[in-house]
């Protein structure tokens, strides 16, 4: 009987052991989050011993309102573009819809490397032309016309062109680019 109870109080120990091992593991993975900041933030996070998720909800935050400003930006010029007679009204609102559709497919790459991310923007882009064509939509004028203009501006963090070096734009060729 004495044994069996002190078999048992062994087995309730290795249990909390290593209980509380996983627990302190979660904690410890929980505060190293990667949050994969660009390096001046990251070195402002360290400089001011900043805590990276107040840092990445202030980001996101921004990020947020300055995505809700360029809507609303392509919106009106769109609609000035009707105004213009440049395109219809029902092209702006296929263009509209196809900004939204394109955007959830963007979101879905960041996660990819750089290369495989260039790769499936070279796709999108080239699922972009086919579409503007099939619409009768100048591509080069409403979808990608570059810095602060096009379809993709803002997507992931482009803000040199459509697609950065994917696509010509300067920085590292996509193969050389870190994560």
């Known amino acids: ?5 002190t078999v048992l109080v ?6 909390l052991v290593m209980l509380g091992a996983y627990s ?30 107040k840092v ?5 935050e921004e990020r947020k309102e300055a995505d809700a400003k360029r809507e609303s930006m392509v919106e009106q010029r ?10 219809t009204a029902a092209q702006k609102e296929a263009i509209l ?16 490397s750089p290369q495989e991310r260039c790769e499936a923007m070279q ?10 064509e099939e619409n009768g939509i100048d591509a080069k004028r409403f979808l990608m ?21 994917c696509f010509g734009g300067w920085g590292p060729p996509a193969a050389e680019q870190s994560e």
């Open 145 to 165: 016309a570059g810095p602060r203009h096009g379809f993709m501006h803002g997507a992931m963090g482009m803000k040199r062109g459509f697609g950065g070096p």
């Open 10 to 15: 062994i087995v309730v120990a290795c249990v």
């Open 97 to 112: 819809a196809k900004r939204s559709e394109m955007q959830t497919k963007l979101e879905a790459l960041r996660n990819l």
């Open 24 to 53: 302190l593991s979660a904690i410890a993975a929980e505060a190293e989050a990667n949050y994969n900041f660009p390096p001046v933030i990251q070195k402002i996070v360290e400089k001011f011993n900043l805590d990276p998720a």
């Open 123 to 132: 796709q999108l882009r080239d699922e972009m032309e086919k579409w503007a």
């Open 78 to 87: 769109l609609e000035q573009e009707v105004e213009n007679g440049k395109i």
């Open 1 to 5: 009987m004495k044994g069996k109870v």
């Open 56 to 60: 990445d909800e202030v980001l996101r």
